[in-house]
Nanobody
Framework: QVQLVESGGGLVQAGDSLRLSCAAS????????MGWFRQAPGKEREFVAG????????YYADSVKGRFTISRDNAKNTLTLQMNRLKPEDTAVYYC???????????????????WGQGTQVTVSS
């Protein structure tokens, strides 16, 4: 079992930055591909960014490419999402997720992830 706890959400203005963190416990995340998803009211949960378990390869949704950066620190068992130039359409609850162990590549669909955090709210005002 992997427990994931997100932090760092909040209310910001368009153009501002936020840094989300995800603290993992229970197992080392080094064996898992990790991802960030988000869910806006009335919408399905969508992939935002992912990072492979080995090599640290990253992949982003087109909507955040060039603005968001995902990174991992296996020594600290943490995952981070740096969000720059935020837009009102980035408003959502953001979830950290751990995928199936040793999966190659970045998985962009929710069934590919076994463990989820409780989410942190990000609200961007115009």
């Amino acid at each position: 079992q992997v427990q994931l706890v997100e932090s760092g959400g909040g209310l910001v203005q368009a153009g501002d930055s936020l840094r989300l963190s995800c603290a993992a416990s229970g197992q080392p995340i080094s064996r898992y591909g990790m991802g960030w998803f988000r869910q806006a009211p009335g919408k399905e949960r969508e992939f935002v960014a992912g990072i492979t378990w080995i090599g640290g390869n990253t992949y982003y949704a087109d909507s955040v490419k060039g603005r968001f950066t995902i990174s991992r620190d296996n020594a600290k068992n943490t995952l981070t999402l740096q969000m720059n130039r935020l837009k009102p359409e980035d408003t959502a609850v953001y979830y950290c997720a751990a995928g199936k162990a040793y999966t190659p590549g970045v998985v962009t669909t929710t069934p590919g992830y076994d463990y989820w955090g409780q989410g942190t709210q990000v609200t961007v005002s115009s």
